[in-house]
């Protein structure tokens, strides 16, 4: 297995952003509480949900570049949610330099078409991640 590092970037106290390579071995976090630790595929896992499920901006503790603008898609009509929705998990998940590529996305309309249903992987130094979610519109 191999040991890999990642650069994050957090807000100091002085309000600028610093980048510190931090190693993969991470918390593992199960219904909000911490039980252990985890690393190589395990904790990408758990760090695509977390990227998955934080909207960029919204917590003053991450960088510009951590989360997601799945909420930009909110309100647009469906063709053009379904060309963005790709592009804009992709530009989520890439700020992490563990993560090679997204691959193989699947693009369905939610049943009552106000929603997504997307599935695609995750391509890690550790190893592929299927992943899926609901893109509400």
């Given at each position: 297995?191999r040991k890999?590092?990642?650069s994050m970037?957090?807000?100091?106290?002085d309000?600028?952003?610093d980048e510190e390579e931090?190693?993969?071995k991470?918390?593992r976090i199960?219904?909000?509480?911490?039980l252990?630790?985890?690393?190589?595929?395990?904790?990408m896992r758990?760090?695509?949900?977390?990227v998955?499920?934080?909207?960029?901006?919204q917590?003053?503790?991450?960088s510009?570049?951590?989360?997601?603008?799945?909420e930009?898609?909110?309100?647009?009509?469906?063709?053009?949610?379904e060309?963005e929705?790709?592009?804009l998990?992709s530009?989520?998940?890439l700020v992490?330099?563990?993560i090679?590529?997204?691959e193989?996305?699947?693009?369905?309309?939610?049943v009552?078409?106000s929603?997504?249903?997307?599935?695609?992987?995750?391509s890690?130094l550790f190893?592929?991640i299927a992943?899926g979610?609901?893109?509400?519109?």
């Amino acid at each position: 297995l191999r040991k890999a590092k990642f650069s994050m970037y957090w807000k100091g106290c002085d309000g600028m952003f610093d980048e510190e390579e931090i190693p993969t071995k991470t918390y593992r976090i199960l219904h909000g509480r911490i039980l252990g630790h985890i690393e190589g595929l395990e904790a990408m896992r758990q760090a695509v949900e977390k990227v998955l499920s934080t909207p960029r901006f919204q917590h003053e503790i991450y960088s510009e570049s951590y989360g997601h603008d799945l909420e930009d898609l909110v309100g647009e009509e469906m063709a053009l949610a379904e060309m963005e929705v790709e592009r804009l998990i992709s530009e989520a998940l890439l700020v992490d330099d563990r993560i090679l590529s997204i691959e193989n996305f699947n693009i369905t309309p939610g049943v009552d078409r106000s929603s997504l249903q997307v599935s695609f992987t995750v391509s890690t130094l550790f190893g592929n991640i299927a992943e899926g979610m609901e893109v509400e519109l």
